[in-house]
């Protein structure tokens, strides 16, 4: 079946340091994929993306590119500010799916001055 | 332009008793979901629709209803909840290209 993993949390780090939250997939077919942010008491919102292999998605200074012979979609920043403190969500959609995306568990970050 | 709007923020439920969740988004977009995110978990989606007059069932739809009379309104119905509906639930809708967009959620508390 189609599903995303991604590194178990929390991740606490000391701000300016380099941040990697890993996540890596299966699916049928050719995903397109995701990075949800959500901060404290808000909803999800979409932080970047990536629709064919070898694409890089990029946003605020986080990037991730798609790997489609690693299935993964590793997310990167090269310098954490408190502010990026929150949960980051891997997802994928599928091209020939209309209904639905699927969610990883979510990676806590917590970035400490 | 308001974009997914969710209404009530919070709300506490006596065992049995009833209430509807309102969604509204005044994008156009064809598909609304409904998800449940318990504490620490990622999102569990309940309910989606494709478009007015089409819905379907998602991975945790017991207890749960939900209605599309609208492009706009997608409402999820509890019937006698229960202390494990204790949870937040966001609304989401979706472009033709998959990306999401969410409401600020509602904080249900069963007791």
């Known amino acids: 079946g189609n599903s995303v993993t991604q590194m178990e949390g929390p991740v606490t780090l000391s701000e300016e340091a380099f941040l990697t939250i890993n996540c890596t997939y299966t699916?049928?077919?050719?995903?397109?994929l995701f990075w949800y942010v959500q901060y404290p008491g808000e909803g999800l919102q979409l932080l970047l993306k990536?629709?064919?292999?070898?694409d890089k998605g990029s946003n605020k200074g986080f990037e991730a590119t798609y790997r489609k012979e690693t299935t993964s979609f590793h997310l990167e920043k090269g310098s954490v500010q408190v502010s990026d403190s929150a949960v980051y969500f891997c997802?994928?959609?599928?091209?020939?799916?209309?209904?639905?995306?699927?969610f990883g568990p979510g990676t806590s970050l917590s970035v400490i001055p | 332009n308001a974009g997914v709007t969710q209404t009530p923020k919070f709300r506490i439920l006596k065992i049995g008793q009833s209430m509807t969740l309102q969604c509204t988004q005044d994008?156009?977009?064809?598909?609304m979901y409904w998800y449940r995110q318990d504490p620490g978990m990622g999102l569990k989606l309940i309910y989606y629709?494709?478009?007015?007059?089409?819905?379907d069932k998602g991975e945790v739809p017991n207890g749960y209803n939900v209605s599309r009379s609208t492009t706009e309104d997608f409402p999820l119905r509890l019937e006698l909840a229960a202390p494990s509906q204790t949870s937040v639930y966001f609304c989401?809708?979706?472009?033709?290209?998959?990306?999401?967009?969410f409401g600020p959620g509602t904080r249900l508390t069963v007791t």
């Open positions: 990536a629709t064919k292999a070898d």
């Open positions: 699916a049928t077919g050719y995903p397109s």
């Open positions: 994008m156009n977009h064809n598909y």
């Open positions: 989401a809708t979706r472009t033709g290209v998959h990306e999401q967009y």
């Open positions: 629709s494709v478009g007015a007059g089409i819905t």
């Open positions: 997802a994928l959609s599928l091209k020939t799916s209309y209904d639905k995306v699927i």
